[in-house]
């Protein structure tokens, strides 16, 4: 069993930034990769960034060069710097982590971007 627990969402203007964390516990070596998707009101769940298994890191086009996914291994810890946020980023931001049997989810973070 793998836990992801999200923090770091809030309110934010446009053009403002967050910094949001994951924090994994459990089976962590049964992890093949992180990542982080989001959810609008009324859309589906979309990815937005990951680190693959072999440590590279892909992005959404709607989030590249805004966002970046970073990671603390020692702390278990994955994070997103999210800047020049738009209100179109707003959305409940999940934490995923892949492993060989199952997907978990956190249980998400608000983030909400005011124009």
């Known amino acids: 069993q793998v836990l992801l627990v999200e923090s770091g969402g809030g309110l934010v203007q446009a053009g403002g930034s967050l910094r949001l964390s994951c924090a994994a516990s459990g089976s962590i070596s049964s992890i093949a990769a992180m990542g982080w998707f989001r959810q609008a009101p009324g859309k589906q769940r979309e990815f937005v960034a990951r680190f693959t298994s072999d440590g590279r890191t892909n992005y959404a086009d709607s989030v590249k060069d805004r966002f970046t996914i970073s990671r603390d291994n020692v702390k278990n810890t994955v994070y997103l710097q999210m800047n020049s946020l738009k209100p179109e980023d707003t959305a409940v931001y999940y934490c995923?982590?892949?492993?060989?049997?199952?997907?978990?989810w956190g249980r998400g973070t608000q983030v909400t971007v005011s124009s």
């Open positions: 995923n982590a892949p492993t060989t049997y199952n997907t978990y």
